[in-house]
């Protein structure tokens, strides 16, 4: 009998692979969507998925959103699987957003910055407003812009000039320290910045959201200013042993964003303003801006604040930000659990049966 629930069991999951390969496909009178079609006109979503994948990948990103039917976070788990089964081949230089070609940067701190203000492509400026245009066969939506003119190679920081008058704290190079690497590496306490930023740029972009907007409505200690957020390309190098010298492998596109707080000093450092820093693969600004503010607030031990809420608790913040452990903890409650309910279950009645006795005896006397 119980082998026939285990066969039982097997036909069933295979009829459910069935089932959702036909919902994918959906009404075969339609065009069938293909991962080029995706990866070109659903960027942001592939950005999403490369970003908390962990894996710069926008074709493989493509098909693991149209494998999970768009759910970004089913997708995301399916990069990360196939990520573990890649050979890591070397270590790249650090990269140098310095010299990014900007489509977009913006600053809310200075009007005026060296290099200009690059709206670029943004949802920003738009109508929320459907545009039935594009449910049209072939619609095109808002028309057309004007060709924009070539990015530069490389626009000065703008918070440039608070560094050089010694107005907001310094970036303090690594130099040889050996970086952690979450990808190889389980989180341990106390983390580490590079750990800590690490862990918010493949977190759930709705959590890490959530938390820098608690920031900002009285848990924590937060008055953001955004000092530079940037969209663009950077080159990845490599130094291969053989030759002792950095080549390009690749061209990224990323997103990064300065974010500037206020600090009153302390009786060993004057007052100046303090950074909280994002950067993530891909078109990721709501992303990137919320982990400013999460990195920011969770330096407050650091700055020698006092640490009372939820976005500045590294172990809180950092144990529950991955969408894919915390969608596989919540979904294991799919799987049988007959054996601790039944458990469950006659405790419960054997309590009731006490509870009553014990009230007709009280009734009694």
Same mark, same amino acid.
């Given at each position: 009998?119980?082998?026939?629930?285990?066969?039982?069991?097997?036909?069933?999951?295979?009829?459910?692979?069935?089932?959702?390969?036909?919902?994918?496909?959906?009404?075969?009178?339609?065009?069938?969507?293909?991962?080029?079609?995706?990866?070109?006109?659903?960027?942001?979503?592939?950005?999403?998925?490369?970003?908390?994948?962990?894996?710069?990948?926008? $074709?493989?990103?493509?098909?693991?959103?149209?494998?999970? +039917?768009?759910?970004?976070?089913?997708?995301?788990?399916?990069?990360?699987?196939?990520?573990?089964?890649?050979?890591?081949?070397?270590? /790249?230089?650090?990269?140098?957003?310095?010299?990014?070609?900007?489509?977009?940067?913006?600053?809310?701190?200075?009007?005026?910055?060296?290099?200009? +203000?690059?709206?670029?492509?943004?949802?920003?400026?738009?109508?929320?407003?459907?545009?039935?245009?594009?449910?049209?066969?072939?619609?095109?939506?808002?028309?057309?812009?004007?060709?924009?003119?070539?990015?530069?190679?490389?626009?000065?920081?703008?918070?440039?000039?608070?560094?050089?008058?010694?107005?907001?704290?310094?970036?303090?190079?690594?130099?040889?320290?050996?970086?952690?690497?979450?990808?190889?590496?389980?989180?341990?306490?106390?983390?580490?910045? $590079?750990?800590?930023?690490? /862990?918010?740029?493949?977190?759930?972009?709705?959590?890490?959201?959530?938390?820098?907007? /608690?920031?900002?409505?009285?848990?924590?200690?937060?008055?953001?200013?955004?000092?530079?957020?940037?969209?663009?390309?950077?080159?990845?190098?490599?130094?291969?042993?053989?030759?002792?010298?950095?080549?390009?492998?690749?061209?990224?596109?990323?997103?990064?964003?300065?974010?500037?707080?206020?600090?009153?000093?302390?009786?060993?450092?004057?007052?100046?303003?303090?950074?909280?820093?994002?950067?993530?693969?891909?078109?990721?600004?709501?992303?990137?801006?919320?982990?400013?503010?999460?990195?920011?607030?969770?330096?407050?031990?650091?700055?020698?604040?006092?640490?009372?809420?939820?976005?500045?608790?590294?172990?809180?913040?950092?144990?529950?930000?991955?969408?894919?452990?915390?969608?596989?903890?919540?979904?294991?409650?799919?799987?049988?659990?007959?054996?601790?309910?039944?458990?469950?279950?006659?405790?419960?009645?054997?309590?009731?049966?006490?509870?009553?006795?014990?009230?007709?005896?009280?009734?009694?006397?």
């Amino acid at each position: 009998m119980a082998y026939a629930a285990v066969k039982g069991g097997e036909q069933a999951i295979l009829n459910s692979h069935k089932l959702i390969a036909e919902e994918r496909r959906g009404d075969p009178a339609l065009a069938e969507f293909t991962p080029a079609q995706i990866a070109s006109q659903l960027g942001l979503g592939v950005d999403r998925v490369i970003a908390e994948g962990s894996l710069y990948d926008r $074709d493989l990103a493509a098909l693991a959103l149209k494998q999970a +039917q768009g759910d970004a976070m089913e997708a995301i788990f399916l990069l990360r699987a196939y990520r573990t089964t890649l050979p890591r081949i070397g270590m /790249s230089e650090p990269v140098d957003t310095g010299k990014m070609a900007a489509r977009r940067r913006i600053s809310a701190i200075f009007k005026d910055v060296p290099g200009g +203000q690059l709206l670029g492509p943004t949802y920003d400026f738009t109508h929320r407003l459907l545009d039935f245009a594009l449910a049209a066969e072939g619609g095109v939506g808002e028309p057309k812009a004007e060709m924009a003119p070539e990015p530069l190679e490389t626009l000065p920081l703008v918070i440039q000039q608070l560094d050089d008058e010694g107005l907001i704290e310094p970036e303090v190079p690594t130099g040889e320290q050996e970086i952690f690497d979450l990808t190889r590496e389980s989180i341990s306490f106390p983390a580490g910045r $590079d750990q800590r930023l690490q /862990s918010l740029a493949r977190g759930d972009e709705g959590f890490v959201l959530g938390l820098a907007y /608690s920031t900002l409505r009285g848990y924590g200690r937060s008055h953001p200013f955004l000092g530079e957020l940037r969209l663009g390309e950077v080159t990845v190098e490599l130094v291969p042993e053989e030759l002792g010298l950095a080549i390009e492998i690749a061209e990224i596109t990323v997103t990064e964003c300065q974010m500037i707080n206020q600090f009153r000093g302390t009786a060993e450092s004057a007052p100046q303003f303090t950074r909280g820093y994002g950067l993530a693969f891909g078109q990721n600004e709501r992303k990137t801006m919320s982990m400013a503010l999460v990195d920011r607030a969770l330096r407050a031990k650091e700055l020698g604040e006092a640490v009372c809420y939820p976005a500045q608790d590294e172990e809180f913040v950092l144990s529950h930000a991955d969408n894919v452990e915390a969608n596989g903890y919540v979904a294991r409650f799919k799987l049988p659990h007959y054996v601790d309910f039944q458990a469950e279950l006659q405790l419960v009645r054997q309590l009731r049966d006490e509870w009553h006795r014990k009230a007709m005896k009280d009734a009694a006397e």
